[in-house]
């Protein structure tokens, strides 16, 4: 019995990080599938029983801004999100790594502000709900305001690795 436990545990822990590392993609594929999923049952109620379910639009609306922002948080983490190629290519190996440190240090700060503006935008919703399903707007705006604070965790981690590029002599 033992044995399963012990095996069972560094199983578990694997999941674990798992989840945790591919958090964002985790997300951003859960809420686009339901997406998919709930648009296409609404589409075969429509077509087969000329009925529709009239909370789809807003339930897909927030499963699409929580695919958006955590799709792009996952995107930032992977250094996946912008890019400067045509001036990078034409720039010594130093004045590139000079662009890499402004870009990140740039995108940091409007992620910084953006992420606040979010947080800022789903405190002040105030009483504003959903016409259908008579939730309040703050789950819809909660995937903003998450998903651009792990864009701007990303973006730290990100900053700090090339601005080390800059110190380090090695290229």
Not at 8 to 20: I, Q, S, T
Not at 45 to 53: A, V
Request: hydrophobic share 55%; net charge positive.
């Amino acid at each position: 019995m033992r044995s399963i436990i012990e095996k069972g545990e560094p199983n578990m822990k694997a999941k674990m990080k798992f989840v945790l590392t591919n958090f964002p993609e985790l997300v951003a594929g859960i809420t686009l599938f339901s997406g998919i999923f709930i648009t296409t049952i609404n589409g075969i109620g429509r077509y087969f029983f000329s009925r529709t379910f009239v909370w789809t639009d807003e339930v897909v609306a927030i499963c699409f801004a929580y695919t958006v922002f955590f799709g792009a948080a996952a995107a930032c983490r992977r250094g996946m999100h912008y890019g400067l190629e045509l001036i990078s290519n034409v720039l010594p190996p130093k004045g590139k790594k000079v662009l890499d440190v402004i870009i990140a240090f740039i995108s940091l700060v409007l992620i910084a502000v953006l992420a606040y503006l979010a947080w800022v935008l789903t405190a002040n919703v105030g009483t504003k709900i959903m016409t259908a399903m008579r939730i309040s707007y703050k789950w819809f705006d909660l995937g903003m305001a998450a998903g651009l604070s792990l864009m701007f965790i990303y973006q730290i981690e990100i900053f700090v690795k090339k601005a080390k590029t800059l110190i380090t002599k090695e290229s």
